[in-house]
């Protein structure tokens, strides 16, 4: 079984640019969260999906953040326009079980973004 | 809010040391608790969790931790570490509640083990 996919491993943009995160999550997942770790911090929640609806996005920092899980497959999370703040690693993580806490979380190797 | 305590930074150990890596969450509901390992270069891998039942739960490669819920901790173990256990070790806790399974993490605890 394939595990959480994320793409780019890497992205150096300057500030005020536009940069798009990918998440492929296991299949048949429903559940996607996004997570980001800044400047070796804690890792934050971001939000979460369950198949396509926004269930929590609580997490979301500001409105340049956007998330989308068309189809609830993939999802994306574009970040315009960049800030210095944003740098961090962005975690991708999914799980199966659609209505209990107690799901087994599985991360992606993450996504390092870099603002200049 | 719910919020997760890591006591410690940086951990420096020889191998076969012992270890205990210390944690500490706040909330008053029902919880489940989880510790994550991320070794160098690697993805997040879950390395043990406690639901419900026995507080001592066994994880993969030696590690253990006890729940106790009256110091609401979640202290990880482990007798004789070896040095492939150098890696960045994250506690981490969410709502036994359906609607909110966002996991809070602690800020981690980097481990270094000298040959």
């Known amino acids: 079984e394939a595990g959480v996919t994320q793409f780019p491993s890497h992205s150096v943009i300057e500030k005020g640019q536009t940069v798009t995160l990918r998440c492929d999550p296991i299949?048949?997942?429903?559940?996607l969260y996004w997570y980001r770790r800044v400047m070796g911090k804690e890792i934050k929640f971001l939000l979460h999906?369950?198949?396509?609806?926004?269930?929590?996005e609580s997490g979301m920092p500001n409105n340049r953040f956007l998330a989308e899980r068309t189809g609830g497959t993939y999802s994306t999370l574009k970040v315009q326009p960049a800030e210095l703040e944003d740098s961090g690693v962005y975690f991708c993580a999914s799980s199966r079980r659609r209505d209990s806490a107690k799901n087994i979380q599985y991360f992606g190797a993450g996504t390092r973004l870099s603002v200049l | 809010a719910q919020s997760v305590s890591q006591h410690n930074h940086h951990v420096i150990l020889s191998e076969a040391a012992s270890l205990e890596l210390g944690c500490n969450y706040s909330?008053?509901?029902?919880?489940?608790l989880f510790w994550y390992v991320q070794y160098p270069g690697q993805h997040l891998q879950l390395l043990l969790k406690y639901f419900s039942g026995d507080p001592l739960v066994k994880g993969i490669k030696g590690f253990e931790a006890e729940f106790i819920k009256s110091k609401f901790s979640f202290n990880l173990r482990k007798p004789s570490v070896q040095w492939s256990d150098t890696a960045e070790y994250f506690c981490?806790?969410?709502?036994?509640?359906?609607?909110?399974?966002?996991?809070?993490f602690g800020s981690g605890t980097r481990l270094s083990i000298r040959p």
């Open positions: 981490a806790v969410n709502r036994d509640d359906s609607s909110a399974s966002k996991i809070i």
């Open positions: 299949s048949g997942h429903d559940n």
């Open positions: 909330y008053g509901g029902t919880v489940n």
């Open positions: 999906f369950v198949k396509e609806s926004k269930q929590d």
